[in-house]
């Protein structure tokens, strides 16, 4: 069974830990200069919103929204815990920011590295499709930019 997703503060110690192994995660599988992801610091910023799964005390998966105006957001930060793979955490995750994002446009970069393979395949089995480089980033080798259009309100079954 999935835990419930539910907004998260990433100061709480389960989501905090998270964080960092996401972090290091992105830091063992690419280059400094090609790691996009946010810190808690971001992830707290008033524009993300932040959601986890927390199952006994431990958070399971993550992922933001980062607002980019009023039309489009960005998928910032999804991770699932090592241990929890497996579970369709990652898909639960994807669906409830797909949810969250109603109208609006969904953006995200992700690595084109194989440590990426199964985040592309997830985000292409719920409508996105890669893209140009968006807001600020630059064309990198190691980024594949993907989008999914406003008004797809439900995630197709995969």
């Not at 830990?17 to 972090?23: F, K």
């Not at 992801?37 to 199952?55: I, K, M, Q």
């Not at 980062?66 to 639960?92: N, T, W």
Request: hydrophobic fraction near 45%; proline fraction near 8%.
């Amino acid at each position: 069974m999935t835990p419930p997703i539910r907004r998260a503060d990433p100061a709480d110690p389960a989501v905090a830990a998270l964080i960092a192994a996401h972090r290091a995660h992105s830091d063992a599988s690419y280059p400094a200069e090609s790691n996009h992801n946010l810190d808690a610091d971001g992830l707290g910023s008033p524009v993300v919103t932040l959601f986890a799964a927390v199952e006994d005390g431990a958070c399971l998966a993550m992922g933001a929204l980062s607002a980019m105006g009023p039309a489009d957001a960005e998928i910032k930060s999804m991770h699932v815990a090592e241990a929890a793979r497996g579970r369709g955490l990652g898909r639960a995750m994807l669906r409830h920011l797909i949810a969250a994002a109603g109208d609006r446009g969904l953006w995200l970069e992700t690595g084109s590295r194989d440590a990426s393979a199964a985040a592309r395949a997830l985000y292409r089995a719920h409508g996105f499709a890669e893209c140009p480089p968006f807001g600020s980033y630059a064309a990198d080798p190691e980024s594949v930019f993907m989008h999914r259009p406003r008004g797809l309100h439900t995630a197709p079954d995969p």
